[in-house]
């Protein structure tokens, strides 16, 4: 009985699992979302794309070389959709957000960056983290670090910013890897849009 109870809990796992796998990350409640982190924009657009649609395997590779890492074959795969938000005043762009999902040691985090016109992190938070120690990872004290980081110098600036938990460098590793790959994926889904894209 036990056993079967075991491998139940271990298949709904698998279910979860392979539907965080599937999908970006996406704001839960953009309306509310926006207007806190953006209190001056009148509106918002939302721009759905896949590594998959922009450049395939020679996009996702050089991306992979900007981040100094292997995608994950099931939760970085060519066609997760990703959502990433331009915020508008009036007709003017003010800046953008975006998020990833990524696998921590207990869990899925959500991680989410905005930037401003430059590029430059003006906020950083996660939306979800799953982790013994998330509310030393939600400090401020630990998030503001982040706050002017652009691509460019992100793993010079980023290097020097300390480990806010005692026991969860897994997670530490997670979240500077997932606010790196924001930066690149954001970047390059505005440069394709530059080019005529979507």
């Known amino acids: 009985m036990m056993r079967k109870l075991f491998l139940g809990v271990l298949l709904i796992l698998s279910f979860y699992s392979s539907l965080f796998a599937a999908v970006g990350c996406s704001l839960n409640d953009p309306d509310r979302d926006v207007k806190r ?22 996009l996702k590779q050089e991306i992979e070389k900007k981040l100094g890492d292997k995608f ?5 795969s060519l066609d997760v959709p990703y959502a990433y938000y331009t915020i508008l005043k009036g007709k003017d762009t003010i800046g953008y957000i975006h998020g990833v ?19 430059k992190i003006t906020e950083f938070y996660y939306q979800r983290i799953s982790s013994t120690e998330a509310k030393s990872f939600q400090d401020k004290n630990f998030t503001n670090k982040f706050i002017g980081l652009r691509l460019k110098d992100f ?41 005529g894209g979507k």
């Open 101 to 119: 999902n990524q696998k921590g040691k207990y869990g899925a985090l959500q991680i989410i960056i905005t930037t401003d016109l430059e590029g």
């Open 72 to 76: 994950d074959n099931i939760y970085e």
């Open 155 to 195: 793993s010079e600036k980023a290097s020097q910013i300390s480990d806010p938990s005692k026991a969860s460098p897994e997670d530490f590793r997670v979240t500077l890897r997932g606010i790196k790959k924001n930066l690149i994926l954001l970047d390059e889904f505005l440069s394709h849009e530059k080019k």
């Open 37 to 58: 982190i953006f209190p001056g924009s009148t509106g918002y657009r939302t721009t759905y794309v896949t590594i998959k649609e922009l450049g395939g395997e020679p």
